[in-house]
Structures are given as C-alpha cells and as structure tokens.
C-alpha cells in the first residue's frame, strides 16, 4: 500500500478519548500532508458514515472511514490507544483505530488496496503485531505490506493480549493467513474463495454455501465480513464462495457454483445486486456486520436450514443497471433492459397519477380539471373540493413521468451519474413538449453522454468531483443543448403527429388497433412486448385531460390485459379434468389476478402448455381489444380491473367486450387440450410454480 499510509500518519500514542476526537486527530495528519483539503467538511462525511452503522468491530479494532469530496487521494491514518475508545463494537473499546479516506472518485485500483486491508485487519498475527510495534515508521511499513506480521511479531509471546487486555476474537491459521499477512492477498475481482478443507479419506462433498457482503461505503465492512466467512468455513470445513459488492464493482458469481451451492448467506446493508440469482436455496439474511462478527452462527443456520428443506422464494428483480452486467449481451437486449429501466420506474408514478385523477373525476365531476387550487379554495365539507384535491394530486405525479422514464433509462445505462442529466432532459421534453418520444431520446442520450465522459482520463487531483461536479455540469449541459436546439423541435413534430393520428383514429382503424394491442398484452404477460402495449397506453393518458382516444386505448389494453387469467380460471372450472391437481388451485387464484388486471395469472398455465394457452390467449385478447374500442369504452385510470369499473366510461359494454374474450380463449384451450392425451395428475407444475412465484412477487403491475 505504498504512499496510501507513511509514518506521518501513525499515531502510536492516540491520546483521543472519543471517536470523534480520534478522527479528528488523525485527519489533522492528513490535512498537514495535503491529503485532505476541508478539515471540517471531511469529518462531516466520516460522522455522517458513522451514523449509518457504528464502525468498531470486535477485537478492539474500529475503522472509521467515508469516501469524500474532500480527500484528494486514497490515505489511510493509524492511531493506536492505551486507554481504548468507544466505536460501538460488542466486546468493548477499540485500541487499533484505522482512518480510511478515500476520494469520491476513487478508481478501482486504489479501492481494491483499500479492501485489501479491510482482510488484513481479520488476521489476528497482522494485529498482535500492530500492537507491539513500537515505531511510527515500522507501523507504516506493516500495514503497506512492507514488512511481514510475524517478523514484527516474533517478540510477542503466543496468545498474547493486547494494550487493553482484549483479545483479537477472529484467529486464523498462519498458513491460511500468509497471502494476506505479507501484504500479498490476491483481490483483483471481487469475488472470493474459500480455500476448501480436507473432507478426509471417504470424498464426501463439503457443505457449499454462497455468499454476498456489501455496506454503504463498499470500503471495508464488505471486504472484512467475506474474510470472516471463508475463515469461519475453513474452520467448519464448509466451502464458501464469497461475491464482494464493494465500491471497486464487482464479478457476478459463476451460475455453476451457485447452482451447486447448498445453501446463501447475505450479510449486506445494502440491496444486494441481482439477487434473484440465488432464488429457492436455503438462505440467511443480516446485516454485514453479523457477518464479521458472527459467521460460525451464520454458517450453522444456514446449514440447519439446509436439513429442513427451508428455501426462499423468489425475489424482485433488481434494476437493469444490476442485472445487465453480462458482457457477452447484445446491443438489442441491453437497449431493452435499458428502456425498462426507464418504465418500470415510471410505472408507479402512472398508476398513482392515475388513480387519483380518475378519482378526481369520480368525486368531483368532469369540470374538476377546471377547478382553481386547491391551496386558494378549499371547503372540508365539500365533494367537489376533495375531487380537486385528487385530481391535482394526481396531476403532479404525472408531471414527473418523462423525466423519471428518461432519468432511468440513463440511470440504467451509467448508473447514478446518468441521473443528472437523464432527469433534466426529461424536463426538456415537457417544457418543449416532446412528451413520452423526448423522454425517450433524451435518457438514450444522457445515458451515452455519461459514458463517453467517464471513458476520459481525469488527473487524481480531479477525480473526487468528477461525480458531484463535472459529470452532472458536463452532460447536463451536452444534454440541454441538444433538446433545445438541436433534436428537440423534430420529436415534438414527431409527438404531435402521433397525437393527431390517434386523437383521428375511428371505425375500423380503431377496431384494428385495438386488436393489434390485444395481441401484444397476451403475447408475454408482462413481458417486453405486453410492456410496450401497456406503455403506449399509459403514455396517452399521463396529461391532465388526456384525448378521448387515448382513454379508449387505455380501456383496451386493461380489458385484454384481463383475460388470460381469467380464462385459465374459467377453464379449469368447467374442464377440470384437462389440467393437473396444481394447475387447479392455479386456477383459483386466477380469478382475483384477472379481476386485479394482473396477466402474470396466466403464466402458470403458459409455462406447463405454451403451444395451447399462448396463442389461445392472444385470440381473446385480440377480440376484447376489437370489441373495447367498437364500444367507445373509455377509461382514465392505468390501472385496477373490475375495481375500477365505476371510471369506465360504457362499463356494461365493457365488460360484454371482457367476457367474450374469456369465453373464446376458454373455448380454445379446451378444444385444444382436448385433442391430446390427458397429463397425468400432478405434474407439469414445478416450473410454472417458479414462474408466478417470480412474477407475483415482484409486485409490478400488470405490464412491469
């Protein structure tokens, strides 16, 4: 760790009697040195890491540490107390107290030295011998890897005590140890192996268990609990594979040694990344520092979970910017996850939006759009000013739409430095009125944008604003220019167009486009093609009065989005005999996912059958489709099924148009399912269970 620590930054003789004192101290060493600029603003940042979780661990160690704009390069400070100081670890004071300052643009080299340190502190030689070292510089050249632990500790009695009387509580074996004791440990990705113990003479397999470790900061929580693990699996004889999901990134886990594993340890403060990878293993969740201080347990329960055939189900999946990291994908599937991004998020802010205007209208009457604020005429008891208020409500949220939907889409190509400009192009396309097309582009945009300026090499001294400075003022700035000046005015003819178009649509056109919208929500169930016929809907009603034909799409798309499910319900109603055991009580779920307006419903039914349920499916969906928009029915609410039929404008029609497409995909089902032989009781069940355990989970909505 050369130049990161010098003998200038050690304090043997901490003479601090608090935490804030000690970091004081030691941040003083490094603002002499220059390596941090703002005394008080950079120790602002470490209590406000300090706040998120105490930072003493067991063994008398204590590690405060944040990443800061006010750091101009990695350094670390070493202070050493005999009287001990409160970070709040379990067994009591710490005596070894680590300063970590990293830069808030940090690169991965410097992070990946800083994690490497976060192991060291998990050898109890490397800390035995912080402890008896008696020189400043010596210190220094210990932690830089300079010198070895056992050289520096070779005075020291075996199982001696530390200045406090405490002992290191995690101990490992030198020979475990000897890659991490000289400075050495291998950390180039940030995923880790146990090193597997012997299983004796009779081959047995080990015990496998998976595991991820993240906090806040990604500096030092996340790389000390996975040590901990592998040791604690070393001593049970358990093979452990750690994912670190620190601030360097990180390496996914191979698929084959997950699908091997017997069992999941998550031991993170952090939403762990693409955790629906580890979906139907046996699985123990805390926070990380259980994970340092209690990985014997954690390994016990997880094994005993194992004995009892306990695992987790499915979980929702994480955003596309947590689960695209493949690079062997093609443009076309991350461009797709990219736009998803955008969408569902946006979705929520449409479904609450939505339902309150169309509550609005409900309560307070079709004039309510008209109605003044809320904030200059409100009368608690009366109807129309509740109307008001929801509507007005509901017109806020949708003013967010565009630019969450281009925020997103950046923030799934650049992650959060792309949220800057992405949100600001999205308010460019409003004030242009671009609408849903330039917030489309505008999210592309800022999304390369980001990329191509963090491909630019930056000088050190500039990397610690490069995110919270540079990037956010650069690609707004690009992003701005390009929506007002240059890109802007096309799309909004382009919007303008398309709204004409529709607002022109009758007879048969409408029937056909109703059709071709049916067809596409019964394609997938929820997939990317029921999504962008969910979209498309959603994005003509997300105005305060939105046009009579984008109520009729929107009336459309909810009614075909209905019938799957409820066909599935119907037909292992009337013909039981053609479905499994499971696909029966399927089938009584069903019936509330289709009246929600839920397709995932079906999705039991399409796994086991698709051939049959599939195109059976879509030909209902086509016809309520057709047959929603022949009626004029109308709806101004994303989202609710049968629930918010009193919103539907010719409800009894309406659901006519519902009930035929049940009917006629029940029929097909039937007829089709009839022309073969009979499955036999209780199978074709397992991977349809997966499949809507998946998706009901997730809790997005129908077209999520």
Not at 369 to 387: E, L, R
């Amino acid at each position: 760790m050369s130049e990161m620590i010098t003998a200038d930054l050690v304090d043997l003789d901490l003479s601090a009697e608090t935490k804030e004192a000690a970091a004081r101290a030691l941040a003083e060493r490094m603002v002499t040195l220059g390596r941090v600029t703002d005394l008080e603003g950079f120790l602002a940042d470490v209590a406000a890491r300090e706040a998120q979780m105490p930072t003493g661990l067991d063994g008398g160690i204590g590690i405060p540490h944040c990443r800061s704009a006010h750091v101009t390069e990695p350094t670390l400070g070493f202070g050493r107390s005999a009287a001990g100081i409160d970070f709040g670890a379990p067994d009591g004071p710490a005596d070894l107290i680590f300063l970590i300052a990293a830069p808030a643009g940090a690169d991965d080299a410097h992070l990946t030295i800083l994690s490497s340190l976060a192991r060291q502190l998990m050898n109890a030689e490397f800390t035995s011998a912080l402890r008896a070292v008696d020189d400043a510089a010596a210190a220094a050249a210990l932690i830089r890897g300079d010198e070895s632990p056992a050289a520096a500790a070779s005075t020291v009695p075996e199982g001696a005590e530390s200045t406090d009387g405490s002992k290191n509580s995690v101990a490992v074996s030198a020979a475990a140890s000897a890659d991490t004791a000289t400075g050495t440990t291998t950390d180039t990705t940030d995923t880790t192996t146990a090193t597997t113990a012997d299983t004796g003479a009779s081959g047995e397999r080990p015990f496998r268990i998976v595991a991820v470790t993240s906090c806040p900061t990604g500096i030092a929580h996340t790389y000390m609990a996975a040590e901990s693990l592998e040791n604690a699996g070393r001593e049970a004889g358990v093979e452990v594979v750690v994912e670190t999901q620190g601030s360097a990134g990180f390496t996914r886990l191979d698929p084959a040694v997950i699908a091997a594993a017997d069992g999941v340890i998550f031991a993170h403060d952090v939403p762990v990344r693409d955790k629906d990878r580890f979906a139907g293993k046996p699985t123990v969740d805390v926070g990380v520092k259980a994970g340092i201080n209690k990985p014997t347990e954690l390994i016990t329960e997880v094994r005993g979970k194992a004995a009892r055939g306990e695992v987790s189900a499915g979980s929702a999946p994480g955003t596309p910017v947590e689960r695209s990291g493949d690079s062997t994908e093609g443009y076309g599937t991350k461009l797709r996850k990219w736009l998803m991004s955008g969408v569902s998020y946006m979705v929520p802010f449409v479904a609450a939006g939505g339902l309150l205007i169309a509550l609005g209208f409900a309560i307070g009457g079709y004039t309510v759009n008209k109605a003044p604020s809320v904030m200059d005429h409100f009368v608690w008891t009366q109807a129309d000013s509740w109307g008001a208020l929801l509507f007005q409500i509901g017109g806020v949220a949708f003013g967010f739409l565009v630019p969450v939907l281009a925020g997103y889409i950046a923030y799934g190509m650049a992650d959060r430095p792309g949220l800057v400009p992405g949100f600001v192009g999205g308010a460019i396309s409003l004030t242009i009125n671009a609408g849903f097309l330039g917030g489309l582009a505008a999210g592309l945009i800022a999304g390369g944008v980001v990329i191509g300026i963090q491909k630019v090499k930056i000088p050190a001294a500039l990397r610690g604003i490069m995110p919270v400075v540079v990037i956010p003022l650069i690609s707004a700035a690009i992003v701005g220019f390009l929506m007002f000046v240059v890109i802007g005015k096309p799309i909004a003819s382009a919007q303008k167009g398309m709204t004409d178009w529709l607002n022109g649509l009758t007879g048969t056109n409408a029937v056909l486009l109703g059709a071709l919208l049916g067809l596409m929500m019964c394609f997938d169930l929820g997939g990317p093609v029921n999504k962008v016929a969910y979209t498309f809907a959603t994005a003509g009603i997300a105005v305060a009065s939105p046009s009579d034909s984008a109520m009729k799409i929107m009336a459309a798309v909810m009614a075909a989005g209905m019938v799957p499910p409820l066909a599935m319900a119907l037909a292992t109603t009337v013909r039981g005999k053609l479905f499994t055991q499971t696909e029966r009580e399927n089938g009584k779920a069903a019936w509330v996912l289709g009246a929600s307006f839920i397709s995932e419903g079906a999705i039991p039914f399409a796994a086991a059958d698709p051939l049959r349920v599939i195109p059976s499916a879509m030909v209902g969906g086509a016809v309520t489709g057709s047959l929603s928009m022949a009626f004029g029915a109308t709806l101004r609410a994303p989202h609710g099924g049968i629930f918010v039929v009193p919103l539907i404008g010719n409800p009894f029609l309406y659901l006519i148009a519902i009930a035929a497409g049940v009917c006629v995909t029940t029929a097909l089902v039937v007829v089709l399912k009839g022309m073969r032989k009979q499955a036999p009781e209780g199978t074709g069940a397992g991977v349809a269970d997966t499949a809507i355990a998946a998706k009901v989970d997730s809790k997005e909505p129908v077209a999520a």
